[in-house]
């Protein structure tokens, strides 16, 4: 996507928070991140990225896919979190059981990119 696509645009931050750094994904320059669907993920959104309560830096969202868990492939399981999808699937139950049945729910799978300082 162009970066004309995001100018000239009011955003609105909002925070993405995460418990852990799954597979070492926030050290990257772009990374995913698998959600409950929700109006608060938007293409072209800014979002401050915090890990465990502490502000790291800002994100832009850049593409999103809506799914549901039983779309999840294992290759989708390992870049995002690292483990295989059984074990992703364990982990979905674990945060978003309490929400109701996880293969019943909407999933969003965002791709989110740093957003760099520029040049002085």
Known sequence: MSKDLFQ???QIEDEISFVQNWNNKLSCDAFSTFRPDSNKYQIGKIYTITLKGKKLFKAQCIDLRTLTLDKV??????????YSLPEFITLMKRFYGSKGDVYQMKFVLLCLAKIKDKEK
């Not at 492939?73 to 690292?82: C, K, L, P, V, Y």
């Open 8 to 10: 000239n645009k009011i």
């Open 73 to 82: 492939n294992e290759f989708t399981a390992r870049i995002d979190t690292g």
